[in-house]
C-alpha cells in the first residue's frame, strides 16, 4: 500500500487540527469533517488509481457498464452477474469509491435520537448524537 503524500497528510492533519478547536457536533465542525472527508477520499481514491495502474489493472468503462445491468438484472431476478472481468471490477471499485464517505458519514455526524432523559417532562425529548459516539459509549469507551 502507497503512504500519502507530504502534502496530502499535512492537509488532512490542517484540518482535523481545525476540527479540534471546535464544539463536536456544531455546524463549523460539521463543515470541517465533511471536508476532511472528501479530501481523504479523494487522495485515497486517486492512490489507489495510481496503484491499479502500476500493477497493470486499467479501468474498461464499457465493460463497467455490462456489469452495472447486469447488477441491475440481479436485483429482480436473484443471479449474480459475474465479476471476472478486470476492467470491469477497476472501474467499479473506482466509480463507486464515493461510497466509502457515505459509511463515515452514518458513523460521525450526529444524527436526532430520542432522549427519554433530555431534560423535558414529556420523556420525548431529542439530541443530536453520533452513532459511532453512541457505540463507543455503549462499550464503555469513552
Known amino acids: 500500500p502507497s503512504v500519502p503524500s507530504s502534502s496530502a497528510r499535512d492537509v488532512l492533519s490542517d484540518l482535523a487540527s481545525l ?18 472527508s472528501l479530501r481523504a477520499i479523494d487522495f485515497v481514491r486517486s492512490d489507489l488509481t495510481n ?33 471476472g472481468n478486470g476492467g470491469a471490477r477497476v472501474s467499479y471499485a ?6 466509502a464517505r457515505m459509511v463515515g458519514d452514518l458513523l460521525f455526524e450526529p444524527t ?19 452513532f459511532f459516539g453512541e457505540a463507543l459509549r455503549s462499550f464503555g469507551l469513552s
Open 51 to 83: 496503484d491499479l495502474a502500476d500493477r497493470g489493472f486499467e479501468p474498461d468503462p464499457a465493460a463497467l457498464e455490462d456489469l452495472s445491468f447486469n447488477l441491475g438484472v440481479a436485483a429482480d431476478g436473484g443471479d449474480m452477474p459475474c465479476f
Open 19 to 36: 476540527a479540534s478547536r471546535k464544539v463536536p457536533g456544531s455546524a463549523p465542525y460539521l463543515r470541517l469533517w465533511r471536508e476532511w
Open 112 to 130: 436526532v435520537v430520542s432522549d427519554p432523559f433530555g431534560g423535558r417532562d414529556d420523556g420525548n425529548a431529542t439530541t443530536e448524537r453520533s
Open 94 to 99: 473506482l466509480d463507486y469509491f464515493c461510497r
